[in-house]
């Protein structure tokens, strides 16, 4: 079955970097969009961008000019390049992938989770 693995999260301080990864393997025939989206504590999952199978990505506004989502098709990889992170980003970001596998419809697939704190 499908599986979205992800890296990259941590601690850093405001202002700072990281870069978050995620690889899709398994029984996928199509993998279409494919995103990062963020829970924090008491509030609900929301977007923080998607990027399509032909490259067009939409970012959350509170997001836009500080993150850059990417894709590599042949790897099956997400990135997420997140600069001048604040404490409002801090959050679980899950791993999101629209796949169709053979036979059934689509559907979301979804990442366990990787914790990004900024704090200093």
């Known amino acids: 079955q499908v599986q979205l693995v992800e890296s990259g999260g941590g601690l850093v301080q405001p202002g700072g970097s990281l870069r978050l990864s995620c690889t899709a393997s398994?029984?996928?025939?199509?993998?279409?969009?494919m995103g990062w989206y963020r829970q924090a504590p008491g509030k609900s999952r929301d977007l923080v961008a998607t990027v399509s199978s032909d490259g067009i990505t939409n970012y959350a506004d509170s997001v836009k000019g500080r993150f850059t989502i990417s894709r590599d098709n042949a790897r099956k990889t997400v990135s997420l390049q997140m600069d001048s992170l604040n404490s409002e980003d801090t959050a679980v970001y899950y791993c999101n992938a629209v796949i169709k596998q053979f036979g059934s419809a689509p559907r979301d697939y979804w990442g366990q989770g990787t914790q990004v704190t900024v704090s200093s």
């Open positions: 398994g029984n996928i025939f199509i993998l279409r969009d």
